[in-house]
T-cell receptor, first 110, second 114 residues
Framework: GDSVTQMEGPVTLSEEAFLTINCTYTATGYPSLFWYVQYPGEGLQLLLKATKADDKGSNKGFEATYRKETTSFHLEKGSVQVSDSAVYFCALDNFNKFYFGSGTKLNVKP | GAVVSQHPSRVICKSGTSVKIECRSLDFQATTMFWYRQFPKQSLMLMATSNEGSKATYEQGVEKDKFLINHASLTLSTLTVTSAHPEDSSFYIC??????????FGSGTRLTVV
């Protein structure tokens, strides 16, 4: 069945460091891919999405490219800030059903 | 690992009736549960935040009288769609947990109102 696998956390970085959170998926057909972010005490927020192969989603300095050949959708940011500390979820939508990764907690230290 | 059970996975109901969806944390206590709705070909939308023993906090634009949320215990939250109409047909998903241990998603409920 469809599934999403993302790297386990927590990930701890210093401010201005480069961030990569790996996400790979298994799916039939052509799913849409998403990254969601959850800040402490809040619900999920959509961070970015891509709906077809080679699409790049971007928002707030974060980027992810839909790679069908490697079934990946890795999240990257060139320079993280303390305010980026949160839990990040990779997800796919296939035939209107969502599958989530287990979440990766990011801690950014000043 | 943490498991969240959501039931039913699919439900079809007649217009005007009410439907209850359960979100249950099976092996942990969840102080907070979130309810989301997904419209076709769109991303998830947060509907409400449910804290055990207190009233749910609804997001702007979500009708609290239509989407009744009850978080009566640390392991169970329910979402009741009252007087359902076809436009309420959607995919509903919950997540449960806390900020320290993290959140786990239920498997979702596909509601179809006919």
């Amino acid at each position: 069945g469809d599934s999403v696998t993302q790297m386990e956390g927590p990930v701890t970085l210093s401010e201005e460091a480069f961030l990569t959170i790996n996400c790979t998926y298994t799916a039939t057909g052509y799913p849409s891919l998403f990254w969601y972010v959850q800040y402490p005490g809040e619900g999920l927020q959509l961070l970015l999405k891509a709906t077809k192969a080679d699409d790049k989603g971007s928002n707030k300095g974060f980027e992810a490219t839909y790679r069908k050949e490697t079934t990946s959708f890795h999240l990257e940011k060139g320079s993280v800030q303390v305010s980026d500390s949160a839990v990040y979820f990779c997800a796919l939508d296939n035939f209107n059903k969502f599958y989530f990764g287990s979440g990766t907690k990011l801690n950014v230290k000043p | 690992g943490a498991v969240v059970s959501q039931h039913p996975s699919r439900v079809i109901c007649k217009s005007g009736t009410s439907v209850k969806i359960e979100c249950r944390s099976l092996d942990f206590q969840a102080t907070t549960m979130f309810w989301y709705r997904q419209f076709p070909k769109q991303s998830l939308m947060l509907m409400a935040t449910s804290n055990e023993g207190s009233k749910a906090t609804y997001e702007q634009g979500v009708e609290k009288d239509k989407f009744l949320i009850n978080h009566a215990s640390l392991t169970l939250s329910t979402l009741t769609v009252t007087s359902a109409h076809p436009e309420d047909s959607s995919f509903y998903i919950c997540s449960a947990g806390d900020d320290y241990y993290g959140y786990t998603f239920g498997s979702g409920t596909r509601l179809t109102v006919v």
